[in-house]
């Protein structure tokens, strides 16, 4: 049974208002990223595809340097004045400059302001901490998971809503569209219960020679566990992972399709595909409370291997549909599985700087999947993409296995463990 202390009181609130709040945020944002390649060519009058293609690659590093770079600032701020309080700014400062998007009519300054609005964002990462340092330790995992749910809905929903937004009223209401739901977001921020406390450390003989060490060493880094950093390079080696394969797949599609069915057979994916994610995150989140985590991690990227191949193999619409439905329902719930643990790895006052940094290791990990994939590409094929992704996901299963091992002999990890 779930014992309640005055931190943990409001956590169901909470749950729920980031979940909504996440689901406002997510479905802006996809109602308008999908279409930004026709907005270079259909607003900027970009027509040549290698150079509508350089903007689209300098547009998306954009985006994740802003993330990468500021949300360990975010994190760390949150950490010393609370989670509510970024979140606030990262909903409303997002929903001032994103719809200025809208109104550029020069690239450099579009590329900018999406570096802008995604150094001022981070609601995600910040969301997650709110939800581990309010919810208790047994109920984190379905926390977490069903979070996600609220990932997948809004990229559907947002798809959905910016294809009509776009087809009925343009790019620019799309855009404003966009930064209206970041407002709505961000009231229902203003209702979600903090619960936050300044925790000081008290100073001790071995914290204070942390502090000389790394005040000599002049170290930008934050003073985080060997566990910690461990856990964040596999942060790092699960976005490579995870997005290996994501940029082609649309690609994959039109091998296997007749060029008039090719759109069609990818909405009819994508949704087969947002709806296993849905059910994913909050069982395997709820599963995450119950079950140690390389039991998990394990069959989850075995069963995404299979499925990986399949897709590369497959000359069936169906065959493809079905494999890629599996692969998001098992795979889906990787992201709740690694934060749950990084959570029991992390004390609360330092929650908030450790997933600002767990967002910009995944960032870094998609940064450098583009790169490989785009050469695996060159070299072998859309279809090499896929095999290259499940060999990549087999390698990750025994560097995940050794790392949760360290993780969880931390000291700090055995003090807290939730299976005793």
Same mark, same amino acid.
Request: aromatic residues 14%; glycine residues 8%.
């Given at each position: 049974?779930?014992?309640? *202390?005055?931190?943990?009181?409001?956590?169901?609130?909470?749950?729920?208002?980031?979940?909504?709040?996440?689901?406002?945020?997510?479905?802006?944002?996809?109602?308008?990223?999908?279409?930004?390649?026709?907005?270079?060519?259909?607003?900027?009058?970009?027509?040549?595809?290698?150079?509508?293609?350089?903007?689209?690659?300098?547009?998306?590093?954009?985006?994740?340097?802003?993330?990468?770079?500021?949300?360990?600032?975010?994190?760390?701020?949150?950490?010393?004045?609370?989670?509510?309080?970024?979140?606030?700014?990262?909903?409303?400062?997002?929903?001032?400059?994103?719809?200025?998007?809208?109104?550029?009519?020069?690239?450099?300054?579009?590329?900018?302001?999406?570096? !802008?609005?995604?150094?001022?964002?981070?609601?995600?990462?910040?969301?997650?901490?709110?939800?581990?340092?309010?919810?208790?330790?047994?109920?984190?995992?379905?926390?977490?998971?069903?979070?996600?749910?609220?990932?997948?809905?809004?990229?559907?929903?947002?798809?959905?809503?910016?294809?009509?937004? &776009?087809?009925?009223?343009?790019?620019?209401?799309?855009?404003?569209?966009?930064?209206?739901?970041?407002?709505?977001?961000?009231?229902?921020?203003?209702?979600?219960?903090?619960?936050?406390?300044?925790?000081?450390?008290?100073?001790?003989?071995?914290?204070?020679?942390?502090?000389? =060490?790394?005040?000599?060493?002049?170290?930008?880094?934050?003073?985080?566990? !060997?566990?910690?950093?461990?856990?964040?390079?596999?942060?790092?080696?699960?976005?490579?992972?995870? *997005?290996?394969?994501?940029?082609?797949?649309?690609?994959?599609?039109?091998?296997?399709?007749?060029?008039?069915?090719?759109?069609?057979?990818?909405? =009819?994916?994508?949704?087969?595909? *947002?709806?296993?994610?849905?059910?994913?995150?909050? =069982?395997?989140?709820?599963?995450?409370?119950? &079950?140690?985590?390389?039991?998990?991690?394990?069959?989850?990227?075995?069963?995404?291997?299979?499925?990986?191949?399949?897709?590369?193999?497959?000359?069936?619409?169906?065959?493809?549909? =079905?494999?890629?439905?599996?692969?998001?329902?098992?795979?889906?719930?990787?992201?709740?599985?690694?934060?749950?643990?990084?959570?029991?790895?992390?004390?609360?006052?330092?929650?908030?700087?450790?997933?600002?940094?767990?967002?910009?290791?995944?960032?870094?990990?998609?940064?450098?999947?583009? &790169?490989?994939?785009?050469?695996?590409?060159?070299?072998?094929?859309?279809?090499?993409?896929?095999?290259?992704?499940?060999?990549?996901?087999?390698?990750?299963?025994?560097?995940?296995?050794?790392?949760?091992?360290?993780?969880?002999?931390?000291?700090?990890?055995?003090?807290?463990?939730?299976?005793?």
């Amino acid at each position: 049974m779930t014992t309640l *202390t005055a931190d943990t009181l409001h956590w169901k609130r909470n749950l729920f208002l980031m979940w909504f709040s996440q689901l406002l945020v997510l479905t802006g944002f996809a109602a308008v990223m999908p279409f930004i390649p026709l907005f270079l060519k259909e607003s900027f009058h970009i027509t040549n595809d290698g150079e509508r293609g350089t903007y689209v690659a300098m547009f998306s590093i954009a985006g994740v340097l802003g993330y990468a770079i500021f949300n360990p600032i975010w994190g760390a701020l949150s950490d010393r004045f609370g989670v509510r309080p970024m979140l606030l700014r990262g909903t409303f400062v997002t929903g001032i400059f994103f719809p200025l998007m809208g109104f550029v009519h020069q690239v450099w300054l579009l590329v900018l302001l999406r570096f !802008i609005s995604a150094a001022c964002a981070g609601t995600t990462a910040a969301s997650q901490t709110l939800l581990v340092k309010n919810t208790p330790e047994d109920k984190q995992g379905f926390a977490l998971g069903t979070l996600s749910t609220a990932v997948f809905g809004g990229s559907a929903l947002g798809n959905m809503l910016g294809g009509m937004m &776009v087809h009925y009223y343009g790019y620019t209401s799309t855009f404003v569209l966009c930064g209206a739901l970041y407002f709505v977001a961000g009231f229902v921020v203003l209702f979600a219960k903090d619960d936050f406390k300044p925790e000081w450390k008290k100073k001790t003989e071995e914290s204070m020679y942390v502090k000389k =060490i790394r005040r000599y060493r002049n170290s930008p880094l934050p003073g985080f566990t !060997i566990g910690v950093w461990l856990l964040l390079l596999l942060f790092l080696a699960a976005g490579f992972v995870r *997005t290996f394969d994501v940029p082609y797949f649309p690609m994959l599609v039109e091998l296997i399709t007749e060029p008039k069915e090719t759109v069609l057979w990818i909405t =009819i994916i994508s949704t087969c595909v *947002t709806v296993g994610a849905l059910v994913s995150g909050a =069982i395997l989140g709820y599963v995450a409370d119950r &079950v140690k985590p390389f039991y998990l991690i394990i069959p989850v990227m075995l069963i995404t291997v299979v499925m990986l191949v399949i897709q590369g193999m497959t000359e069936s619409r169906w065959v493809c549909c =079905i494999s890629r439905t599996l692969l998001y329902i098992f795979a889906g719930g990787l992201y709740p599985v690694l934060q749950k643990l990084l959570s029991c790895t992390t004390p609360k006052r330092k929650r908030g700087s450790v997933f600002g940094w767990s967002s910009t290791a995944s960032n870094v990990g998609n940064i450098c999947s583009t &790169v490989v994939a785009s050469w695996v590409l060159l070299g072998f094929g859309v279809r090499g993409v896929f095999y290259a992704a499940a060999v990549a996901s087999i390698l990750f299963i025994p560097l995940a296995i050794w790392i949760i091992r360290k993780a969880m002999s931390q000291p700090f990890y055995q003090a807290h463990s939730p299976w005793k």
